[in-house]
């Protein structure tokens, strides 16, 4: 039999109460969606129109679904983590036991970073950053959905281990030793290297898609320095992909061949180096909050310029900003471990850096505030997310700098003050942003604005919850409180962590709000339907086509002359264009090619983790042939003529006069 | 399709596949970094000196620079539109491929045989990994050589086929760069040179 099924077996299958209703309650909602989906006889549907489109925006919106669902279970991780730390006394006695606990909070980072914030990042720049730029499609339409594919396949192997074997317990970032043979030698940390291992070469291949899309695809006329600074973010954050992406790659291969062949590179044996697998995995992990957070930085430029209707303060400030991010962010990933004992003149160097690198972030956090200044601005609810991020995210910075500071970072290191100063850049950064991104970009996808007032009361409470629940950790962790403990023996700090759990209570609250928000504004959404494809009177381009914004994006490609070519654009007449300038246009015809690659990964994860050989061996055998098949394929796309595209834009016109 | 169309897709493939190759150097960055690192891990095992062979060695580097000659001239030869030659001269990177991941393997085998295989210490994990990459890399390049080839047979040269041979010609030489360090780095500095 272990010719066949590797080391899988009954045993692994989950006994406590919490995992059993996951590993029972996912695989039955699955099926409740597939009947769903039966019954309405939306198979095709689903599979035509989603599954195997090649069309960005499609794709985008994929990602950003599967990455809402994603945030749904990160924060009942850190729902659970914290309900814990509140009722544990000092024995030991709680909701969970050690491992278990261990497990939710590699769980909750895990899914956070590369599943959410990593989802909801791919997921816009797929919706809004082809049409921001004046472009029909991305540079290599099918690349970008064997990406989609390989993300949704690591997500899936990331919860299968719910469901047999459980995940990994080392932290999201799985130290060795303790993530070598020695210490965990079950199937744990296989899940998280090899959900990380898929997703992550999905994200590489998506890094380098982006950036030949921004460098080739542009419209006639827009010249670097004239693109939205939302497409400038969003170069910076793919030359970041593309040279850091490759370093998680290689570090988790180079774990797994310890865990696997028996290799000794990151042992505490035989001249193994456990910290040179925390260098290189901060390597990346530096640049990856980077990342995460400079296409963020992005959308609250477009939000910001858009809802003050006025031209971005200091757009080349901006720009060199970020290019200033991109070269530091690979100066500073020692911060991590300053305690590592490097050495005075190494810490000095690393702190010194991680100090300087404030300084563009600060810029831009000026710009924004000076555009503001004698604006007209319109408090819609992606402008109150976006306030919301000014002062979290300044907050975060400022203790960031503070934890810049080797000799103060001894004290606070791997502390719960650590882990507010991250979540506070994170959320606040990061989250807010994608969440006003959402909301302002959902009706060029849909045709449709989400619900207002529920938009902001899901921020104020997202705003309220923070604060709520991170307070108190900054103030335990100044008092000692070391990070990912499950259990405290100074009974004085429980009332703080009880106050933290009701911070995430009011975040999941927020949370609820914007599950309802989604409710209600498809159900009204004949009442928000936006005819103009401008609702909210923007800069850019993409808010030059109707919505939802057509597949072909632009029936003619624009001509750019200026920064926010739009918004001069709509002050002048608009001329509708004569047959004669319509001409054919070619696009990707679908493709099922990727998601069964992503299958076949799914599936080789899922045998390497249990050991399968012979099924890993199948597995890359038929990846390797449909690649094949697929890249000796000559004829993938269709073309749209002239005269239809004619016929299709002539919506545009007649909607455009019915408003006025 | 234009010719516009298709000369701009062509520049796109490549600038991406140029792209590709700068990421595949940080992972090979990673791995040399990982190996001088690890280089003096012997943990009481053979030592770098002890284990290289330089004859073998120098065979498969000769090998693999008259590859990345023969692959060029190919490349040459199929913009001449001069089929009979550019097929030869792929033929010949073809062995000459194999030639030197057979010599690498013999190498592997040798190694493990005399019972210095990657367990033993943490210099020989860090130096399977790196040059087995390098080999498996070759791999791929051999297998995407054989695939062009039965492609090419069935179809014949066309402008997609020609792009794609480009794409190879261009891996292949990256590989040949990538061994080019490889061989100062671990074998040269290993025996001391």
């Not at chain 2, 140029?18 to 030592?47: K, Q």
């Not at chain 2, 040949?176 to 671990?186: C, G, H, M, R």
């Amino acid at each position: 039999m272990e010719w066949l099924i590797g080391r899988l077996s009954l045993e692994y299958l989950p006994t406590d109460p919490a995992t059993i209703g996951a590993a029972i309650g996912m695989p039955l909602g699955a099926l409740v969606v597939a009947g769903l989906l039966t019954y309405y006889k939306k198979w095709t549907w689903l599979w035509k129109n989603w599954l195997t489109s090649l069309d960005a925006k499609k794709i985008g919106v994929m990602y950003i679904v599967v990455a809402l669902l994603m945030l749904i279970r990160g924060v009942a991780d850190a729902f659970m983590v914290r309900s814990h730390t509140a009722m544990v006394g000092v024995d030991g006695e709680g909701l969970f036991d050690a491992d278990m606990f261990q497990q939710v909070f590699t769980a909750h980072g895990t899914i956070m970073i590369f599943f959410v914030a990593m989802g909801l990042m791919f997921g816009l720049i797929n919706v809004v950053l082809p049409l921001m730029i004046g472009a029909r499609d991305v540079a290599f339409p099918w690349l970008n959905s064997v990406s989609f594919w390989l993300f949704f396949a690591g997500m899936i192997l990331n919860n299968i281990a719910l469901v047999i074997g459980g995940f990994s317990s080392a932290g999201w970032l799985g130290y060795p030793p303790l993530t070598g043979l020695e210490y965990s030698p079950g199937p744990g940390v296989d899940y998280w290297i090899w959900s990380l291992q898929i997703a992550g070469v999905g994200s590489l291949l998506s890094g380098i898609n982006f950036f030949v899309t921004i460098i080739k695809k542009r419209a006639p006329g827009m010249t670097l320095m004239k693109m939205p600074i939302f497409s400038w973010s969003v170069l910076v954050t793919t030359v970041l992909i593309i040279i850091s992406f490759p370093l998680l790659t290689a570090t988790l291969a180079l774990l797994s061949l310890d865990r696997l062949m028996d290799m000794n590179i990151f042992t505490s044996y035989l001249g193994g180096n456990p910290m040179l697998y925390v260098n290189l995995i901060w390597a990346w992990g530096h640049p990856e909050v980077y990342i995460l957070v400079l296409p963020a930085f992005g959308i609250y430029s477009e939000i910001v310029a858009t809802f003050a209707r006025k031209k971005l303060f200091g757009y080349a400030t901006m720009v060199a900003a970020l290019v200033a991010i991109m070269f530091l962010s690979f100066l500073v990933w020692l911060h991590h471990f300053f305690t590592m004992g490097a050495g005075a003149n190494v810490n000095a160097f690393f702190g010194i850096m991680t100090m300087v690198i404030a300084i563009p972030t600060g810029v831009k956090i000026f710009n924004w505030l000076f555009t503001m200044y004698r604006g007209q601005i319109r408090f819609t609810s992606p402008f109150i997310w976006f306030l919301c991020f000014v002062f979290t995210f300044t907050i975060g910075g400022v203790t960031g700098v503070m934890m810049a500071v080797p000799a103060l970072d001894y004290q606070v290191h791997n502390t719960l003050f650590l882990v507010a100063h991250f979540h506070n850049t994170i959320i606040g950064g990061v989250v807010f942003g994608f969440m006003a991104g959402i909301t302002y970009w959902f009706p060029k996808i849909f045709g449709f604005r989400l619900n207002e007032r529920l938009g902001k009361y899901a921020a104020y409470l997202w705003q309220l919850g923070f604060i709520v629940a991170f307070a108190p950790l900054y103030t335990l962790g100044l008092m000692g409180a070391v990070r990912r403990l499950d259990t405290y023996d100074d009974p004085t700090w429980t009332p703080l962590f009880i106050v933290s759990g009701i911070g995430v209570m009011i975040i999941g609250a927020g949370i609820a709000l914007q599950v309802l928000q989604f409710v209600v504004s498809i159900w009204q959404r004949k009442q928000n339907l936006d005819t103009t494809g401008d609702p909210w009177d923007g800069r850019t381009l993409e808010w030059s086509v109707p919505s939802p914004a057509p597949e072909y994006n632009f029936a003619i490609t624009p001509t750019v002359s200026r920064r926010d070519e739009w918004w001069y654009a709509k002050q002048e007449t608009i001329r509708r264009p004569h047959k004669s300038e319509y001409v054919d246009i070619h696009l990707p015809q679908n493709n099922s090619m990727g998601l069964y690659i992503g299958l076949a990964s799914l599936v080789a994860g899922f045998a390497i983790v249990w050991h399968m050989w012979w099924l890993v061996i199948l597995c890359v055998v038929a990846i390797i042939a449909m690649v094949i098949m697929r890249t000796m394929d000559d004829n993938t796309e269709f073309t749209i003529t002239g005269e239809e595209l004619f016929e299709l834009d002539s919506k545009r016109f007649t909607a455009g006069k019915a408003k006025a | 399709m234009s010719a516009h169309v298709m000369g701009e897709r062509e520049s796109t493939a490549r600038f991406g596949f140029w792209l590709y190759l700068l990421s595949d150097v940080m992972i090979f960055g990673a791995l040399f970094a990982t190996f001088m690192i690890l280089r003096g891990g012997t943990a009481g095992g053979p030592t770098d000196a002890d284990i290289i062979e330089p004859f073998p060695v120098l065979l498969q580097t000769l090998a693999l620079l008259a590859s990345s000659f023969t692959v060029a001239v190919a490349v040459l030869a199929a913009r001449a539109g001069k089929l009979q030659t550019m097929k030869l001269y792929l033929w010949a990177t073809f062995l000459l491929g194999a030639t030197f991941l057979g010599l690498e393997l013999a190498e592997f085998i040798n190694l493990v045989g005399e019972g210095h295989s990657w367990r033993e210490s943490a210099f020989l994990s860090s130096f399977f990994a790196l040059v087995g990459t390098h080999g498996l890399h070759i791999t791929i390049g051999l297998l995407w050589l054989v695939v062009w080839l039965a492609y090419y047979q069935k179809r014949g040269m066309n402008d997609g086929m020609q792009r794609r041979l480009g794409l190879f010609a261009l891996f292949w030489h990256f590989l040949d760069i990538i061994w080019i360090w490889l061989f100062t780095i671990v074998y040269m500095f290993g025996v001391g040179v």
